[in-house]
């Protein structure tokens, strides 16, 4: 079982680049999550969405896109890179409450 | 300030220690609080879940709630090098909520 499938591993970009994360679950669940995990600031979210079709702002939205057409699939969009996203990103699922993570993509942003 | 609270570490303690890890927050409301491990270079996943006060155990792990305190801790019981990760503290005001989570604690269980 897989779960929750991230791509790329890892990436160096230059900036003003764009670049598309892709998340893809197999577990068939409604809610997926993108998050940005910095050292000493855990975990800040970044979009939603709670079900396919819907998007929703997490807490640091801001040169980040998303769209979730279908129930399996939440790529999550940089527009134009700046250093300042430079950090590892997760996707998640939930179901019960519980979420479920990916292993991350390692963003580097030059 | 932040709405929850968590020490960074690193805490490193010998093998077979209690180990104690805590998290402070400051919204009353919150009713649900969890506990995930994530391993380095991997995603964090589930360890405990528990909801408003008490204690919750299974096997070598206990979290306990004190609404009153605002204060909840996740302890280790016989520690082993395994248990060695980041184990970070999130909460939230119900299941249709948005979980705040502390920032980690890293541990280190020295063999």
Redesign the interface.
Known sequence: IAGITQAPTSQILAAGRRMTLRCTQDMRHNAMYWYRQDLGLGLRLIHYSNTAGTTGKGEVPDGYSVSRANTDDFPLTLASAVPSQTSVYFCASSEGGELFFGEGSRLTVL | QKEVE?D?GPLSVPEGAIVSLNCTYSNSAFQ?FMW?RQYS??????LM?TYSSGNKEDGRFTAQVDKSSKYISLFIRDSQPSDSATY?C?MSKG?NY??I????TKLIIKP
């Open positions: 968590q960074p649900y995930y270079r991997k995603g964090p996943e589930l879940y970070l999130a299941s948005q979980l989570w502390g920032a980690g």
